[in-house]
């Protein structure tokens, strides 16, 4: 049995590399190949692949506070949770295989952004859609792992939350 438990340790940690692994590449090839100024239309013009450097969170917010607010709300804190994330992914059971793959996919997009940040002091974001009724900020692949993730989180609360409880008749 603790074969198996390493086995699924070493996977979730796997899976969170691979989202890690994915977005740094893709945001390297974005910063090695895009300049400020470019813009490539793609899929009849409704995906969009440019350069911005987004120095707050989710559409630039906080973009605008001090240095040492931003370091502690947008780096420090984060820091911390996703240690505790990946502590409690790893220590905790978990029901069922959705929960800890949507956890792996919020960690990995996390620490994505988190590393942009530490790293370079801004995040890289180089995608943009825009399908007429519904239209993106700039975004990256981190930002995609982390919206996948989320999606799994509350499909798998709300599918426990309107399952019928079993009744224990056992005395």
């Known amino acids: 049995m603790k074969k198996k438990a390493l086995l699924k340790k070493l996977l979730l940690l796997l899976l969170i590399c691979s989202n890690?692994?994915?977005?740094?590449i893709s945001k390297s090839i974005v910063r090695k190949e895009l300049s400020s100024q470019d813009q490539i239309k793609l899929l009849y013009d409704r995906l969009t692949l440019l350069k911005v450097e987004n120095y707050g969170a989710f559409l630039s917010f906080g973009d605008t506070l001090p240095e040492s607010v931003r370091f502690i709300g947008l780096s420090l804190l984060p820091l911390i949770i996703l240690g505790y994330?990946?502590?409690?992914l790893l220590t905790k059971p978990?029901?069922?295989k959705v929960y800890p793959i949507g956890l792996c996919f919020v960690i990995g997009g996390g620490i994505g952004n988190l590393y942009d940040r530490l790293l370079y002091?801004?995040?890289?974001?180089?995608l943009h859609l825009n399908l007429g009724f519904f239209q993106t900020g700039v975004f990256n692949l981190a930002d995609v792992s982390i919206?996948?993730?989320?999606i799994m989180l509350f499909s798998r609360i709300y599918?426990?939350?309107?399952?019928?409880q079993r009744l224990?008749?056992?005395s």
């Open 159 to 164: 599918k426990n939350k309107n399952r019928p």
């Open 20 to 24: 890690i692994g994915c977005d740094q």
């Open 94 to 96: 978990h029901p069922g």
């Open 168 to 170: 224990n008749t056992a």
């Open 121 to 126: 002091g801004s995040v890289t974001d180089f």
């Open 85 to 88: 994330a990946v502590y409690y």
């Open 147 to 150: 919206m996948i993730g989320i």
